[in-house]
């Protein structure tokens, strides 16, 4: 039997919101008051727990190629590449591309190496593939903020919430990551199973601004 290829997988995955592709697609809104909204699929994302300063820290740090944030919302790295979210004081969540679309180390092989770090320095601390727990909906344009607004209680002005910005909140009854990669540009991680639900009530909030735009 002929062994099954990385990108003949790839084909065959279904993300949780594959079925609503051409609904995003259709929902967007051009313009000057325009929005849009699209599924960013697979990425990996391991759940990190480490005890910033040590040296099972810094070894975890040079692997990654990012430094660890050392504050409340902060994220190192870059969404292009490698990116490193705070969500406590010894509490990270680390973000790369999908790995079989960019060629880069599958989830399963990064986790192992971050664990092997910290069981070579017998540190407390863990590492956990959590890939197939979230799913990342990207919104932009102009409106973004002022959609996300209509279901986030958090001030979002870029004040109080800037580029490279990242929160645990709720997105209406939902519990996400929200994070802010670009002026005009949102990342939203719900768990897979909320995942539509947060799609839909983001699509909703969108259809203010396409009924203007028509008028």
Request: proline share 7%; aromatic share 6%.
């Given at each position: 039997m002929a062994e099954t290829t990385a990108p003949e997988i790839a084909a065959l995955r279904r993300s949780p919101l594959h079925?609503?592709?051409?609904?995003?697609?259709?929902?967007?809104?051009?313009?000057?008051?325009?929005?849009?909204?699209?599924?960013?699929?697979?990425l990996?994302?391991?759940?990190?727990?480490?005890?910033?300063?040590?040296?099972?820290?810094?070894?975890?740090?040079?692997?990654?190629?990012?430094a660890l944030p050392s504050g409340v919302g902060q994220v190192t790295g870059s969404p292009e590449a490698t990116a490193v979210l705070w969500n406590g004081p010894d509490e990270f969540t680390v973000v790369q591309?999908?790995?079989?679309?960019?060629?880069?180390?599958?989830?399963?092989?990064?986790t192992a190496q971050l664990a092997g770090i910290l069981e070579e320095h017998e540190a407390r601390g863990q590492a956990v593939d959590v890939s197939a727990n979230r799913t990342t909906i990207e919104?932009?344009?102009?409106?973004?903020?002022?959609v996300l607004e209509k279901g986030c209680r958090m001030d979002l002005h870029?004040?109080?919430?800037?580029?490279?910005?990242?929160?645990?909140?709720?997105?209406?009854v939902v519990q996400v990551l929200l994070w802010r990669t670009g002026e005009q540009t949102w990342r939203i991680m719900p768990r897979a199973?909320?995942?539509?639900?947060?799609?839909?009530?983001?699509?909703?909030?969108?259809?203010e601004f396409g009924s203007q735009e028509v008028a």
């Open positions: 079925d609503l592709r051409e609904e995003m697609a259709q929902a967007e809104v051009t313009g000057d008051r325009g929005v849009s909204i699209r599924e960013i699929p697979f990996t994302l391991i759940a990190l727990r480490v005890a910033p300063g040590t040296t099972e820290a810094a070894a975890i740090e040079s692997q990654l190629g990012v591309p999908d790995a079989m679309a960019s060629g880069g180390v599958l989830p399963e092989e990064l919104v932009s344009g102009p409106s973004a903020r002022a870029p004040r109080g919430f800037p580029v490279g910005h990242a929160v645990s909140t709720n997105y209406g199973s909320f995942a539509e639900h947060t799609a839909r009530w983001f699509m909703d909030g969108m259809t």
